[in-house]
């Protein structure tokens, strides 16, 4: 059971071009959404994340849009570069379980070409 | 810079064989936790650690056991190794006990039983 879908499984974008990957969740008690970029040979690392008492979040081309009503969320990288290149992840986490269990989505790998 | 390393990228084993995977923190960090990721299922938590010598069952600990001895170092123990638990294996720190706390991933272990 997956509790939080993640699409597409893969993606390809020109230089230049808007990289868009979605995700949906289920579970209403989430209320903390990471994203974790992975680059090859190396291990995920925090990109970018949002509260659900936001609708967007931006920092440089990377932007979270947040829809609390349709339990989604979605990364938006702007001008998207060729090293931008990676596997990308959402993620989702209950509050108050006294440490963060992170529920992940099943990964977008994106390729940007030149 | 927190820094999360893990004692092997590579590892053959063989079916039947105790595998021991390490993983060592350098920041001092509360939280270790262990995932394996699978192409098209993303990361799955296997256990994880809140303190020296305390333990919690992730979603597929099956196959599974851990020990952590020191709060720096989080071993993860495959106790009769599986050609189906041949994987990549990724540790992650958080340094305290909140839900939005940051996760730090060391670099992984590619796992291949034979």
């Known amino acids: 059971q997956q509790q939080v879908k993640q699409s597409p499984q893969s993606l390809i974008v020109q230089k230049g071009g808007i990289s868009i990957i979605n995700c949906a969740y289920e579970?209403?008690?989430?209320?903390?959404f990471p994203w974790y970029q992975q680059f090859p040979g190396k291990g995920p690392a925090l990109l970018i994340a949002?509260?659900?008492?936001?609708s967007e979040k931006k920092e440089g081309r990377f932007t979270i849009s947040f829809n609390k009503s349709a339990k989604q969320f979605s990364l938006h990288i702007m001008d998207s570069q060729p090293g931008d290149s990676a596997t990308y992840f959402c993620?989702?986490?209950?509050?108050?379980?006294?440490?963060?269990?992170?529920?992940f989505g099943t990964g977008t790998r994106l390729l940007v070409s030149p | 810079d927190v820094k999360v390393t893990q004692s092997s990228r590579y590892l053959v084993k063989r079916t039947g064989e105790k595998v021991f995977l390490e993983c060592v923190q350098d920041?001092?960090?509360?939280?270790m936790f262990w995932y394996r990721q699978d192409p098209g299922l993303g990361l799955r938590l296997i256990y994880f650690?809140?303190?020296?010598?305390?333990?919690e069952k992730g979603d597929i600990p099956e196959g599974y056991s851990v020990s952590r001895e020191k709060k720096e170092r989080f071993s993860l123990i495959l106790e009769s190794a599986s050609t189906n638990q041949t994987s990549m294996y990724l540790c992650?720190?958080?340094?305290?006990?909140?839900?939005?706390?940051?996760?730090?991933f060391g670099p992984g272990t590619r796992l291949t039983v034979l």
């Open positions: 650690s809140y303190d020296v010598k305390m333990k």
């Open positions: 992650a720190s958080t340094p305290g006990d909140t839900g939005t706390d940051t996760q730090y």
């Open positions: 993620a989702a986490t209950e509050p108050n379980t006294g440490f963060q269990k992170l529920v």
């Open positions: 949002i509260r659900p008492d936001v």
């Open positions: 920041m001092d960090h509360e939280n």
């Open positions: 579970n209403t008690a989430f209320d903390y």
